[in-house]
């Protein structure tokens, strides 16, 4: 607007130049023309110069006049540009008003729009909010009725806690009670009484007692120990294996780098067993697992895990004289190796038990444990030329003879010491042609007075014996004295029969599976499944 208001302002004064102008040439001619009547009359001579001077006069006269048209021709293109320019201005302005108008009223509308909206927002946050409203009143009665549950709660949560502290003391009652109980049967148990039937009865009570309501990380090894034994006295071996293998690893951690015996789980595995005095119990203990798994792996005819485990029972106990005697024998039973490691094996734990100072710890004295394991080394060299045996090439009777007299040096009364010298003296008698009538004659006498005695010993221990595995080779004992002397009203069959029964309560023979109950053969000195074993015996019984 400004802007319009400066152009009016120059063209006013453009124009208004323009009439003073006009003004001043007409007053100009107006005395030009009186002053030529004076000239004509005052001046007739200088009347062609005044011509003259009118013509030029007149010329510049036009040249005015021309001048004032295009002025005003100009004037009137500026007017009408200028008016133009004002029309075209209120047409913008009508338009743009018109624009402004359709713009407000879309806004209007749109703001209509809005303010409806805005409104039915308004009322649905004010329903909103009247339900909140609502809501808070029903949170502070949850709160009130929650606090209350709450309060109950707590309330059962300290019955529960005091009522969970009494079972858990009540649990660590029993845990301790189980685990010392393990602990004064196992104390009381030997390698020669443990299949006695006070110790089997102690077995299968604790097997079937509150042990079965506790898990295993609550049992000490003492307790696996005699899960263990029950079930191998059971003929249950793959029980008997698992629980044993359970006592090793539980009683080896004593062995490990983190092993401390403040341990506070000790107490209840362990209890009255001071922390001072753990490590060397459960090294003790690790040492009597061991044995037993491996003499169980032994009754299997597992004879390589059997002599690896009586290997690592003796780095427990370096004086375990029981595992060491079965080592040798281990090797000759399974037939794996030379027949000279066999021999080097017996010279070395023959050296080393001789070496070892006898303890009163030790259920058998030292004496029969080297009678037994002499037994074990003449065994390999005794020949029994009719039957199957083991390193047949290597049989010799006098070696046999040499080490079962070395037996009897150390123990006379042993029924199996003075068996193994009777028969070494009854083939001495039989097939030794070398000797003469009187030494054959003398053998022969000897040998069947030691069978006599020795079947009298027998008949008494058969009746202290219920394990069908020993029961059978007691049976197999007593009919080969009674082939092999003539006793009185006594029937090589009649026992053989014996053997039989006895067998009625071995575990069933499974072809398929390699781990089988093994029975010593008395007769060829090797373990027998019973099978093989049953075989033998009625190829003796139809010899007799």
């Known amino acids: 607007m400004k802007k319009i208001r400066n152009f009016y302002l120059a063209m006013y004064l453009t124009l208004q130049s323009a009439h003073t102008y006009a003004d001043t040439t007409t007053d100009a001619l107006n005395q030009v023309n009186n002053k030529i009547s004076q000239l004509e009359n005052e001046q007739k001579t200088l009347k062609s110069d005044l011509e003259k001077g009118q013509k030029q006069l007149t010329d510049s006269l036009a ?3 021309s001048l004032s048209q295009f002025v005003s021709y100009a004037i009137t293109a500026w007017v009408a540009a200028i008016t133009l320019y004002t029309l075209i201005m209120q047409i913008t302005k009508h ?3 018109s624009n402004e108008k359709k713009n407000n009223n879309d806004r209007i509308k749109e703001q209509e729009k809005n303010n409806n909206e805005l409104f039915n927002e308004t009322r649905q946050n ?16 949850f709160k009130e009725e929650l606090d209350e549950k709450l309060k109950d709660a707590e309330t059962k949560n300290a019955l529960y806690d005091a009522r969970y502290a009494e079972q858990l003391a009540a649990h660590n ?6 685990n010392r109980t393990a602990i004064e049967i196992c104390s009381n148990i030997k390698r020669n009484n443990y299949r ?15 042990v079965n309501k506790l898990n295993e990380d609550e049992l000490n090894a003492n307790a696996f120990l005699i899960l263990g034994l029950n079930s191998a006295i059971g003929y249950s071996f793959g029980s008997a294996t698992e629980n044993l293998k359970k006592a090793i690893k539980k009683s080896e951690i004593c062995e490990d780098s983190s092993f401390d015996a403040n341990d506070p789980s000790f107490k209840l595995l362990y209890p009255e067993k001071p922390a001072q005095d753990l490590k060397k119990w459960l090294q003790k203990l690790a040492n009597i697992s061991l044995y037993y798994y491996a003499i169980t792996e032994y009754n299997l005819g597992n004879y390589k895990d059997a002599e690896e485990s009586f290997r690592k029972a003796i780095m427990f106990d370096k004086t375990d004289v029981k595992s060491m005697t079965y080592i040798p024998e281990a090797l000759f039973l399974a037939e794996r190796k030379q ?21 009163d710890n030790w259920a058998e004295s030292k004496e029969s444990i080297l009678s ?23 049989k010799d009777l006098k070696k046999a003879e040499g080490f079962y007299q070395k037996a009897i040096e150390y123990s006379k009364d042993f029924y199996i010491t003075k068996f193994s010298y009777a028969q070494v003296l009854k083939q ?4 030794v042609t070398s000797l003469s009538a009187a030494e054959r004659q003398a053998a022969a006498e000897q040998a069947d007075k030691l069978f006599k005695q020795i079947f009298e010993a027998l008949k008494i221990k058969v009746g202290q014996t219920d394990e069908a595995k020993i029961l059978v080779m007691l049976y197999y004992i007593m009919a080969i004295c009674c082939k092999e002397s003539k006793i009185p009203n006594a029937d090589t069959q009649r026992y053989i029969s014996e053997i039989y029964e006895a067998a009625r309560y071995l575990p069933r023979y499974d072809k398929a599976n390699k781990e089988n109950i093994r029975i010593f053969s008395p007769l060829t000195k090797r373990d027998l499944v019973y099978p093989y074993l049953l075989e033998e015996i009625e190829k003796f019984g139809l010899t007799s």
């Open 63 to 65: 040249q005015m006049i």
């Open 95 to 97: 338009i743009q008003e």
């Open 126 to 141: 004010i329903h909103a909010i009247t339900e909140l409203l609502q809501t808070v009143r029903g949170v502070f009665s």
């Open 173 to 178: 009652k029993d845990i301790e009670r189980v």
């Open 196 to 210: 006695t039937p006070d110790n089997r009865q102690k077995y299968q009570e604790f097997s079937s007692g509150p």
């Open 339 to 359: 027949f000279s490691d066999v021999v080097a094996e017996y010279e070395r734990t023959i050296s080393a038990i001789e070496r070892i100072q006898a303890s």
């Open 372 to 394: 037994q394991l002499y037994i074990r080394y003449g065994n390999c060299y005794y020949p029994e030329p009719d039957y199957e045996q083991l390193y047949k090439d290597y």
């Open 428 to 431: 001495k008698a039989d097939k």
